[in-house]
């Protein structure tokens, strides 16, 4: 936090001094208003080159996927917005008034540009980190499994979940958020879950049947999504 508001506050003493150098040293017979415009938006495009990377300090550094993926572009449209506001000035100073503002204009648009484009990519990969982010369903299965295994006594059933919940261990992750054949897992745990409570032998084979077939499905499912991918 302390770090993004240093850099903030080095942008504006770089703007400052890159402001009043130019009024400075450029003679006072060119300063008419394509002059002006030009140096005034180059100074404060200086300072917008410290707005991402303030933005990084000000994250901590902590990885965010949306921060890392914004500085390189950010990065790339300030050079850019900088380098035409750069020739802005250089026109200006050649009595170009009417190139000046154009550049000028023209840089400050690719600025704005550069606005939308950052904000639409944050959006865009704060919502693929989310969706990748989040823990597949056939680890949490397993868990549940190992668990419910733990907690039976019969050692046939429970030797049964523990084949389900090994099979399940090594099954494909979930591809983008999706999980083919969720609910029919979810409910066939459900009802192996049952038949181990009531030391069920026969029900607990049929569900644990059931619900293997339905882990062989998924892992077909998740290979035609990822090779259409």
Sequence with gaps: MRGGVLML??????????????????????????????????????????????????????????????????MLSTVLVLAVAVA???TALEDAQAWSLALTVISFGLFLFGMLVDRGTAQVVSHVAATYSQPSAHLRWSQELSLMAAATADPVIRATIGALA??????????????????????????LAEAAST???????????????????????????????
């Design 199 to 229: 030391q069920d032998v026969d029900a607990a084979k049929a569900a644990a049947g059931s619900c293997d077939s339905l882990i062989d499905r998924r892992a077909l499912a998740l290979a035609a999504l990822r090779s259409k991918a």
């Design 166 to 191: 090994e099979k399940l261990r090594y099954s494909p992750s979930d591809h983008a958020g999706q999980s083919p054949f969720a609910p029919d897992i979810a409910m066939a745990i459900a009802g």
């Design 88 to 90: 802005a000035v250089w």
């Design 9 to 74: 506050l080095g942008g504006l003493l770089v703007a400052a001094l890159v402001a009043g150098a130019m009024f400075l040293l450029v003679p006072r017979e060119y300063l008419d208003l394509a002059t002006v415009a030009s140096v005034s938006w180059l100074a404060a495009a200086c300072f917008a080159m410290f707005l991402a990377p303030a933005g990084l300090m000000r994250s901590g550094f902590s990885g965010d996927a949306a921060t890392m993926a914004r500085l390189g572009p950010a």
